[in-house]
């Protein structure tokens, strides 16, 4: 049976609760409220690891309205330092297929009114942000993917829309424009919530679709909720393998930038 205390924090979706064959569940109350559901703690190798679904038990949360504070503080309060956040993306650029999976380097939140920060005041907390996601982990998602033979990108912008409907035409053609790669609705504010709470996080995004497709291929139909559970589900096993050879080679250094990103932070 797991133990109460974990070292390693999952976000993902739903499905995942059959990550784990014996769990104990955890039902945390925070000061920012209930999280999704209840932390699922299971052992991976030997180590503990805290399993939250973002969305809730029956997918009966849209990305607006999820409480990522809560989420990400009753992680860290099982002592989570280190936070994998794998989700379903769409793909901006024609190189980037779906089935494949991207291990995001940089991050463009494009969503409006969420909270996005455990600060309010009275002190004034400004941490650094310039690299949202943990270049160790990164690495270890990359090198274990290729080790597997998942195609795999070994870096890429991640835009956050605040869903939870999908893109225009023009708003895709304009982050397309822009370079950007993958497609979201929920890695912001959980990256930065991980990061204020001195966690070192990873993405890793699991590609569905072209969003409203491509324009030199009308062919490809825009995306649907369908086509994402459909692709999501088809490739599921690759990410639960991922995962499992992930896991053991987790936590890395301590002296990682987010496990120290209050140093000099607060006024």
Request: glycine letters at 8%; proline letters at 7%.
């Amino acid at each position: 049976m797991a133990s109460d205390q974990i070292a390693v924090g999952i976000i993902g979706g739903s499905g995942f609760y059959e990550l784990f064959d014996d769990v104990v569940e955890h039902a945390l109350d925070t000061p920012y409220g209930e999280p999704s559901a209840p932390i699922v703690v299971g052992e991976i190798e030997g180590r503990a690891v805290g399993f939250l679904p973002r969305h809730g038990r029956r997918h009966e949360l849209p990305p607006h309205r999820i409480n990522y504070r809560a989420n990400l503080w009753a992680l860290s309060e099982l002592g989570a330092t280190d936070i994998i956040l794998p989700c379903a993306a769409g793909s901006l650029q024609a190189d980037v297929k779906p089935g494949h999976f991207v291990v995001a380097d940089q991050l463009v939140d494009r969503t409006r009114g969420r909270v996005d920060t455990f600060y309010d005041g009275p002190r004034t907390t400004h941490v650094s942000f310039a690299d949202p996601y943990d270049d160790e982990l990164r690495r270890i998602a990359i090198d274990t993917a290729r080790e597997l033979d998942i195609p795999v990108h070994g870096r890429g912008t991640i835009v956050v829309i605040e869903g939870p409907r999908f893109s225009t035409r023009a708003e895709s053609r304009f982050y397309s424009s822009m370079g950007w790669h993958v497609i979201n609705m929920t890695q912001y504010p959980e990256a930065i919530l991980a990061r204020e709470l001195q966690m070192a996080a990873v993405n890793i995004s699991l590609i569905t679709d072209y969003d409203v497709g491509l324009d030199d291929d009308p062919s490809l139909p825009p995306v649907s909720k369908d086509q994402v559970v459909e692709v999501f589900s088809a490739n599921n096993a690759k990410l639960r393998e991922l995962l499992y050879a992930m896991v053991p080679r987790l936590p890395l250094s301590a002296d990682r930038p987010a496990l120290h990103a209050l140093d000099g932070a607060q006024f």
